[in-house]
């Protein structure tokens, strides 16, 4: 009977570790596959700031307001190693249907932060980020050689 009672725990521990691995889903890999496809820059017109940072208005917003410095926002975007389309970060992470919510700009990389300014509720614009503005300070980022790509859909201004 001793036996019996060691034996059991050490059975479920050995189907839970089969059943575990047999999933083919990873638990830690992230699922990009909701995010849109990349904004059509064709027809928009090209705008590029003296700090470097490139956008493209793709649809106007409305509203009185205008995203400035110190605004909280919600933001729909997804960002891309300009060089090679993949996907790096996006607010569509893993089927989230919900716009990110900044509290503050300041946390943001400059280029990001830049091309959030004077935006209005529902615009939609495409960044490009180069890396001086975006993570080209950070000795450890894997994205500080890279030129970044956002598409950013403006949900809200939280404050104004």
Do not use: H, W
């Not at 189907?15 to 990349?38: N, R």
């Amino acid at each position: 009977m001793t036996s019996l009672r060691t034996l059991i725990p050490f059975l479920f521990l050995i189907i839970f570790t089969l059943s575990f691995t047999a999933c083919d889903d990873d638990p830690f890999e992230i699922d990009y596959s909701s995010a849109p496809d990349p904004f059509d820059i064709e027809s928009a017109e090209r705008v590029e700031t003296e700090s470097g940072l490139v956008y493209y208005v793709i649809e106007e917003g409305g509203g009185a307001f205008e995203v400035k410095r110190r605004d909280q926002v919600t933001v729909y975007y997804t960002g891309r190693r300009e060089s090679n389309g993949e996907i790096f970060d996006s607010s569509y992470r893993n089927g989230n249907p919900s716009p990110a919510t900044f509290n503050s700009l300041g946390n943001l990389i400059e280029g990001f932060r830049e091309g959030l300014i004077g935006m209005k509720e529902g615009e939609k614009r495409v960044l490009i980020i180069p890396p001086e503005l975006g993570y080209g300070n950070s000795e450890t980022s894997s994205l500080r050689d890279e030129t970044l790509r956002f598409d950013v859909e403006l949900a809200q201004i939280l404050t104004n």
